[in-house]
């Protein structure tokens, strides 16, 4: 593989990348979502943003044209729109 992004203590069960795919989102069973810089040089992808959810997250989205803006989609059936903190 290109690169192993291990981070989350559960299933990842989805992934979402920014217009310009310099960031991705992985979504868990662990009920985080965690932002990747994946821009970076060499094999360490930096996790740059880890937030903890009420439930287990089943999908992620981010907006287009807009990477600090994203949407998350829990096991209850909420979905969460989310601003990500400057840094």
């Known amino acids: 593989p290109l690169a192993v992004l291990s981070n989350h203590a559960k299933t990842v069960t989805c992934l979402a990348s920014s217009e310009g795919g310099a960031k991705l989102l992985s979504g868990s069973a662990d009920h985080t979502v965690k932002l990747w810089n994946v821009a970076s040089t060499g094999s360490a992808f930096q ?37 990500r903190p400057p840094h």
């Open 47 to 83: 996790c740059v943003l880890t937030k903890r959810f009420a439930q287990p997250v089943l999908c992620v989205g981010v907006a287009p044209g807009e990477e600090n803006f994203f949407a998350v989609g829990m096991a209850d059936g909420c979905i969460s729109l989310e601003l």
